[in-house]
């Protein structure tokens, strides 16, 4: 029998978490930790020096050496740079590991290496590292040793935020504030505070990392850039939950073993659609925790992947023909006293409450599908959204069955006096249907679908963050909670002004409301004629970022500010053009290093079999057609081979930043398919010894 993996011992053995840090404090510095953690504000110096030294002291005792300020900067990804705990000596030549409160609340990481936008150009060159104190503390443990992670904030010396974690911060006490006004209105007098809560489902491939050194598209791009389909694809549907082979189920309890150490609550996992593509849930919870562990999850993926001799791709499109990668963002908010603002509720108060909280969500997302849409904009999510695997890039709402029978009534009548599974509502809305046990289909093709009690958002990438997403999604209806308040606050009879509120947004927005096949080309028709925005790429989304509209709504909870949008503008730009430029230099270094001398070297085998065959004195025209087809797509190869280094050079050589990205999307790409193209036509056609790289079937079925 195996070792019996006792998971509650192991959970959170490697994060200093409250309960350790109620062990370890005195009581007043831990009421005040906790004061400042659930009500904000800032722990006094003093305690400051308390905590860290207890936290110094527990990360020594579990072999720590070093510590960081763990921050995520605009890369979307986390940097992190080490410290030792080591201190001058004493006159004794003694060392004593120490760690000051100054130095657990602030950091100056040498920061201008990350992408900023012009933003400390503007301002100041230092870029700071603040302590979230909401976030715990934790032990990474790899080759360098154990080291103590901070998470912090990154700001720049003038408090601009330069990184994704602060707008969040911001953007979830906006959203708390405008929805404590709302439960107020309805008699929720104990609740202090509302909290979004986000469950994010994470997609990944795994591939044999052999294979995976042999082609520099997965190295420096994070996907093929050529590939030909393989004889077989998801066509059967055999691997989506599908039995998990030996090496993957040796992986996945590695990586659950490790996510729980870190606090992670990976709860499910399973084979999804396409070959070596799997899936991780991790139980929700509070936002910006949520976004911590999202970023652990990918980074635990990649590191667990490299013991078992796999690489995990977290790209959004890794191959070509089969399904690429999302992340579901489930979105709930909840009240400090236990009450779920989207969980319909079964008194008719809680379900009006529940009305008026849809109702705000559906004008918050038709007011805003463009920033929504911009939120999961990703280079490798282009590929996906719209592209009839992935929802639509267009957003729009699934309600399910009944509650869209329950919002059309409301429209028409004012009330819902029945439900579509027969039974009837007594008066106006009385209770509504427990929607969690509603059996309708859970519409996949929806970009944000309800689903019970939370919001599904599925349209965001996988390798990407889920920061921008959860701040835009809570800063929208943050607003929308606003102006409902202002009215009902004002209203002389609450009642009538609610159902007359709820009656007029699900009017006036009923056109986000969508329960068809969001797939279909009748759906792309059909939203462009309710004037749905439906923005294609993530260049053409960067500047919904910075219309009048986006800053009103920004400024208003100061999530961002004006400086901070068009920061971020222009980073999506480079980083698109940074990105495309990377891939079309690795095309161009594919083809003419590996693809077009391997061909070159079989034609001429077939050349002197041609030769060889006539010599003999037999026919010899089955080899000669061959070597012409194929020097005629050798010639195509290197004709657009040419073609597109003109063009990545030109590219690369514009100064403005908006201008380059989309020269990269709309002539690099053009350009990079072209060359694709013949070399994915010549891997069918020529002989398998000769090809230079690994194959799609040999990536996706042998792992
Ligand atoms: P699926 O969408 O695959 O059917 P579930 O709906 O069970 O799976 O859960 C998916 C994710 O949603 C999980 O991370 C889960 O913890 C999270 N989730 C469940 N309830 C909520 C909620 N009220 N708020 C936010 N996330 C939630
Ligand atoms: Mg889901």
């Known amino acids: 029998m195996s070792e019996v993996l006792k998971v509650e011992e192991i959970f ?20 005040e930790v906790k004061k400042v953690m659930d009500q904000g504000g800032e722990l006094p110096p003093e305690a400051a020096d308390v905590v860290a030294k207890a936290m110094k002291d527990w990360a020594v005792e579990n072999g720590a050496t070093h510590y960081t300020h763990w921050f995520q900067p ?54 700071y590292t603040v302590w979230d104190i909401t976030s715990p503390a934790f032990l990474k443990e790899d080759a360098t040793g154990v080291i103590l992670c901070i998470p912090t904030a990154f700001c720049s010396y003038t408090g601009e935020a330069l990184d994704k974690k602060i707008p969040l911060m911001r953007s979830m006490e906006a959203i708390s504030e405008q929805a404590l006004r709302i439960v107020r209105l309805f008699g929720n007098t104990e609740a202090s505070k509302v909290v979004p809560s986000v469950g994010a489902e994470q997609e990944y491939f795994l591939v044999d990392r052999e294979k995976y050194l042999q082609r520099e598209d997965l190295i420096f791009a994070g996907r093929t850039l050529f590939g030909a389909p393989a004889p077989k694809g998801q066509e059967l549907e055999d691997h ?17 073993i490790e996510l729980w150490k870190l606090g992670v609550t990976a709860k499910t996992q399973h084979n999804e659609v396409a070959p070596a593509q799997h899936e991780l849930a991790p139980i929700y919870e509070t936002a910006n925790i949520a976004v911590d562990h999202n ?65 705000c969500i559906m004008k ?40 869209e029978d329950v919002v059309k009534q409301l429209i028409e009548t004012g009330e819902a006096a029945h439900l579509i599974e027969g039974g009837k509502l007594e008066t106006g809305v009385s209770t509504l249907p427990d929607f969690e046990k509603d059996a309708t289909d859970r519409n996949r093709t929806s970009p944000f679908a309800f689903t019970g009690n939370k919001f599904e958002f599925r349209m965001v ?13 809570n800063a929208i209806v943050a ?44 759906w792309v028709a059909e939203a ?20 009048d509209k986006a800053v009103k709504l920004f400024e208003k909870f100061g999530i961002f500010t004006r400086v901070e949008l068009e920061s971020h503008e222009e980073i999506i730009y480079e980083t698109y053009a940074k990105t495309i430029n990377i891939e079309a230099l690795t095309m161009i270094d594919m083809a003419s290093k590996k693809y077009i001398p391997a061909v070159i070297k079989y034609t001429k085998s077939l050349a002197d079999t041609v030769i060889a065959v006539k010599g003999a004195g037999a026919d010899a025209s089955v080899q000669a057609q061959l070597l012409s087809e194929v020097s005629a797509k050798l010639g195509a190869a290197k004709e657009a081979l040419v073609k597109l280094k003109a063009v990545t050079a030109q590219a690369s050589s514009m100064e403005n930043a908006r201008e380059s990205a989309f020269f990269y999307r709309d002539t690099v790409k053009d350009a990079m398919d072209a060359l694709r193209s013949p070399i994915d036509e010549l891997e069918m056609i020529v002989d398998k010894e000769i090809w230079p790289v690994p194959t799609y079937g040999e990536l996706t079925f042998e792992v």
């Not at 609610?498 to 797939?519: A, C, P, S």
């Not at 439906?534 to 260049?539: A, D, L, P, T, Y």
């Open 240 to 256: 989506y939950f599908g039995t998990i082979r030996e090496r993957i189920g040796s992986y996945m309890k590695d990586l659950n």
């Open 528 to 547: 462009k004629r309710r004037g749905l925005p439906n923005i294609m790429s993530m260049v053409e989304a960067a500047s919904t970022l910075t219309t």
């Open 12 to 31: 959170a053995s490697k994060v200093f978490t409250l309960s350790k840090m109620r062990e370890r404090l005195p009581k007043n510095v831990y009421k």
């Open 364 to 403: 918050a997302v038709d007011t805003h599908a463009d920033l929504l849409r911009q939120s999961a904009g990703d280079v490798g999510n282009d590929h996906r959204l719209g592209a009839n695997e992935a929802p639509p890039a267009i957003i729009s709402i699934f309600l399910g069955e009944q509650l």
């Open 74 to 127: 605009l890369t979307g990804i986390t940097a992190e740079k080490h410290d030792a705990f080591v201190t001058h000596p004493d006159a004794d030549g003694r060392m004593l590991m120490e760690f000051s409160g100054r130095e657990l609340i602030k950091g100056e990481p040498d920061a201008s290496s990350f992408p900023s936008g012009g933003l400390r150009a503007t301002f100041e060159a230092r870029g």
């Open 461 to 473: 990438g996988s390798a990407d963050s889920i920061a921008i997403p959860n701040t835009t999604l």
């Open 479 to 522: 607003e929308a909670f606003c102006e409902a308040a202002n009215i009902l606050e004002e209203a002389e009879d609450f009642e009538l002004a609610v159902h007359d509120l709820i009656k007029e947004y699900m009017t006036k927005h009923q056109r986000i409301v969508f329960n068809g096949n969001g797939y279909s080309d009748e």
């Open 295 to 359: 970023q652990l999850v990918m980074e635990t993926m990649k590191k667990v992947a490299g013991r078992h001799g796999l690489t995990c791709l977290l790209h959004e499109k890794p191959f070509a023909g089969v399904n690429g990668s999302g992340k579901h963002n489930n979105w709930s908010l909840c009240t400090d006293n236990g009450v779920n603002l989207l969980d319909p509720g079964d008194t008719p108060n809680a379900n009006i409450q529940f009305l008026l909280v849809l109702a």
